[in-house]
């Protein structure tokens, strides 16, 4: 059976179709195809508070497109979830009912802590060492979402107002930095020698891409740095021009390296795993369990 997910974030909108298939009972998920558009409506908001007409047709425009490409593939079943920068727009509620008048999506827009358990349940960290400790780092243009866990067991989820988006409109002070470290560094107390970062989102995604790892390998806290500097060294075009990079993951990847950085370093992790997953994988899932409780067969 063919899923889809629409994650409108930020900074871009992805949608992402899988064909799923059971295997012994247990969902095995087949990536299909991923589609992103850079939206970037979190330069709207977060400097304006609403999303302007011409980004609104850009939305309506991009998820027409969408819903073809899910009937082109035979898509049964769909899953739309916006973010932080429609979680903050003043007029949400207007560019919902066209989106579904229009193009008869429904998007629902997530607070922080559900968007960091539908990461969170992308399950990872289930074949991971049971002896360790995990600790989910998304970062996206508006927020930061934190899940963490030892023993298997869910410890806390939390979302931070603190995205590339706003950290380039300096829309970030220190306070929301200090709150951020001084609860990362009371909830994780205790598990200073076994805790493993794992990071999810376009930007360490690319690095660990620019970092030429093999699958399956960690990058080093150390190794982050020195992105985070040689990368902050150079103009955005040079970036382009050097780096491979599109515009609108040049700007933010190094603003992502700073929150990817400060986070590890208050958790006293060296290390961080980046398995390519992200919230319209989790949405994807979390698709799949609704289907399975409502009896539909896969």
């Given at each position: 059976m063919k899923l889809a997910a629409i994650d409108i974030g930020s900074n871009a909108a992805r949608l992402l179709i899988s064909d799923v298939t059971v295997n012994n009972n247990k969902p095995e998920f087949n990536k299909l195809n991923l589609f992103r558009v850079p939206l970037r409506l979190g330069f709207d908001v977060f400097e304006k508070k609403e999303i302007s007409p011409e980004k609104i047709e850009m939305i309506i425009n991009t998820l027409q497109a969408f819903k073809y490409m899910t009937e082109a593939y035979n898509v049964r079943?769909?899953?739309?979830?916006?973010?932080?920068?429609?979680?903050?727009?003043?007029?949400?509620e207007e560019i919902l009912l066209r989106v579904r008048r229009e193009t008869g999506i429904d998007i629902e827009v997530i607070s922080g802590g559900d968007e960091a358990s539908i990461i969170y349940e992308n399950h990872?960290?289930?074949?991971?060492?049971?002896?360790?400790?995990?600790?989910y780092i998304d970062v996206g243009g508006g927020s930061t979402e934190l899940t963490f866990f030892a023993e298997t067991k869910l410890v806390f989820k939390e979302?931070?107002?603190?995205?590339?988006?706003?950290?380039?409109?300096?829309?970030?002070?220190?306070?929301?930095?200090?709150?951020?470290?001084d609860f990362i560094k009371k909830e994780t107390k205790g598990h200073d020698n076994d805790l493993i970062a794992i990071g999810s989102g376009g930007n360490i995604n690319?690095?660990?891409?620019?970092?030429?790892?093999?699958?399956?390998?960690?990058?080093?806290?150390?190794?982050?740095?020195?992105?985070?500097?040689e990368l902050g060294s150079f103009s955005i075009k040079d970036r382009m021009r050097l780096y491979n990079l599109k515009e609108d993951r040049a700007d933010v990847i190094v603003p992502a390296l700073q929150i990817y950085i400060n986070v590890m370093r208050w958790a006293n992790t060296e290390e961080i795993y980046v398995p390519k997953i992200g919230l319209a994988d989790g949405l994807i899932q979390h698709l799949y369990e609704e289907l399975i409780r409502k009896g539909v067969k896969i």
């Open positions: 079943y769909l899953k739309a979830a916006a973010t932080s920068a429609m979680r903050d727009a003043n007029n949400t990872i960290a289930e074949d991971l060492d049971k002896s360790h400790s995990y600790l979302s931070f107002n603190i995205g590339t988006i706003r950290l380039l409109k300096n829309q970030v002070v220190d306070k929301q930095w200090n709150d951020m470290k690319k690095v660990f891409s620019l970092s030429k790892r093999k699958d399956g390998k960690p990058l080093s806290l150390d190794l982050l740095k020195d992105y985070h500097k």
